[in-house]
């Protein structure tokens, strides 16, 4: 399983960056170009909220592993509440962006950034952008493949306000499909492959966001199809993948406990002299590293418990 194969010292002192990237491609921007998912890959997501959600529903990984019914895919959610291009916050001790990627071999990177950062206005796109391709630039390694997935629009229907005051809520007059544009510019630029879901997503036919901003549940699954119809992979969601979906998000929780460990900055991090991480009887033995390394095995067997879903389907 993954976790075998990496040496375990060099694993540790990396997995932290929390920035993994995982980088949709999109056929508007690359002509024809198509993810390649050879045997044994390690696919990583990564970007703000909206990727980051994506570990608790499963929707695109379901999808993406169903359409790679004979390759042993590794998954790896690697989004983070709040990130952008211009800061993606960790306890001291996480570590750097590419080094995150190398902790976990990864081959294909999806990432998703641009609709918080269009609340800086049309002006802000020259910096945002030079930011985003020095970000990719680490992220891209030897021969990496990144897809690039555009921000989804704001939906300030959601919001359910009254005409007068929506007007003055940022998200309302916020440029998010220039800066559409521009990671598709991007994309084009740099060999990428990029995904349009701000286009496709303009022409919902229903709400698909919660507050505005972040995806329903029915709107995540909407953005699986998108993507996978952009990757010119079948894009209809079918029902008997349910089992296959719930082993996939029951993974996602172990490596959502494995990678965030909630006392992390104790484990690995700038406060690991604490007594608070040590055993209470012998001070030069630390127990939270081996508590959170426990996690490992289970890990390991949930990622056997979705490929024999898999091979059901």
Not at 51 to 70: P, Q
Not at 212 to 235: D, F, N, V
């Amino acid at each position: 399983m993954l976790l075998q194969i990496h040496n375990r010292k060099g694993y540790l002192k990396t997995i932290l960056p929390c920035i993994g990237i995982c980088i949709l491609v999109s056929c508007g921007g690359s002509a024809g170009r198509k993810v390649r998912f050879h045997d044994g890959a390690v696919v990583v997501l990564t970007g703000g909220t909206n990727i980051s959600n994506t570990r608790k529903n499963g929707y695109l990984e379901t999808m993406l592993l169903a359409a790679n019914k004979k390759k042993k895919l590794y998954f790896r959610n690697m989004g983070w509440e709040g990130d952008t291009v211009y800061e993606q916050y960790r306890e001291e001790g996480f570590g750097e962006w590419s080094g995150h990627l190398d902790s976990v071999q990864a081959n294909i990177v999806f990432a998703q950034f641009g609709q918080m950062e269009s609340l800086d206005g049309e002006a802000a796109i020259p910096r945002f952008i030079e930011l985003y391709k020095k970000l990719l630039a680490a992220a891209r390694g030897n021969n990496r493949q990144i897809v690039l997935l555009s921000p989804i629009p704001f939906e300030p229907a959601s919001l359910s306000l009254p005409a007068a005051q929506a007007a003055s809520v940022p998200i309302v007059n916020a440029p998010v499909d220039k800066y559409a544009d521009a990671i598709r510019q991007l994309a084009e630029d740099e060999g990428y492959i990029f995904v349009n879901l701000y286009e496709q997503l303009t022409n919902a036919d229903s709400p698909y966001t919660s507050n505005g901003i972040h995806l329903t549940e029915s709107g995540h699954k909407a953005a699986a199809q998108i993507i996978m119809r952009e990757l010119q992979l079948p894009s209809t969601y079918n029902n008997n993948w349910e089992p296959l979906r719930k082993e996939v998000v029951s993974k996602n929780n172990l490596w959502f406990q494995y990678w965030r460990a909630g006392n992390w900055a104790f484990i690995y991090g700038g406060e690991y002299v604490q007594q608070f991480s040590r055993d209470w009887k012998d001070r030069d033995h630390r127990i939270l590293p081996e508590e959170r390394n426990a996690i490992g095995p289970y890990l390991d067997s949930a990622e056997l418990r979705v490929e024999n879903a898999k091979r059901k389907l």
